[in-house]
């Protein structure tokens, strides 16, 4: 499945603020449960272990990828911070405190005004949560 994110719009064709009735369209999602979701109140959707969609009340409000995230045709997922601020322009972005996430400590960094979520390991992406600001 397609990777390109289009900041507030769109990842891999799937637009956020999209029915999760329509989610069909844009491929073969599969529900999965996962453990924060009583928690959140959102439904998720995977294609393989890589795209996530996530749902709530019946919209897609955020999307996650653990492989790939193209940019105007650069990858994303793999470079060091100062790498992505680059490739993304002048956006301003916050780093939090890192967290354990799959027993391993990982780093998020929000990209507001983008809807961009990555979350670094040793200072290099491996994940990103897309949404749309005006959205959720």
């Known amino acids: 499945m397609d990777r390109t994110w289009i900041p507030r719009q769109s990842l891999g064709g799937v637009p956020f603020g999209c029915s999760e009735r329509d989610l069909h369209k844009f491929g073969s999602f599969v529900r999965v449960p996962e453990v924060e979701d009583d928690f959140v109140g959102w439904n ?16 897609v409000v955020a999307i996650a990828v653990y492989d790939s995230l193209l940019y105007q045709n650069r990858e994303i997922i793999g470079l060091e911070l100062e790498e992505v601020a680059k490739v ?24 507001d005004a983008l809807g961009l979520q990555l979350w670094l390991r040793d200072g290099v992406a491996v994940s990103a949560t897309c949404d749309d600001p005006q959205e959720t």
Request: hydrophobic letters at 40%; charged letters at 25%.
């Open 44 to 59: 998720a959707y995977g294609i393989g272990d890589d795209f996530r969609v996530y749902c709530e009340a019946g919209a």
């Open 88 to 111: 993304l322009g002048d956006f301003n972005y916050s780093i939090d405190e890192p967290l354990e996430v799959v027993d391993e400590m990982q780093t998020p960094v929000h990209f």
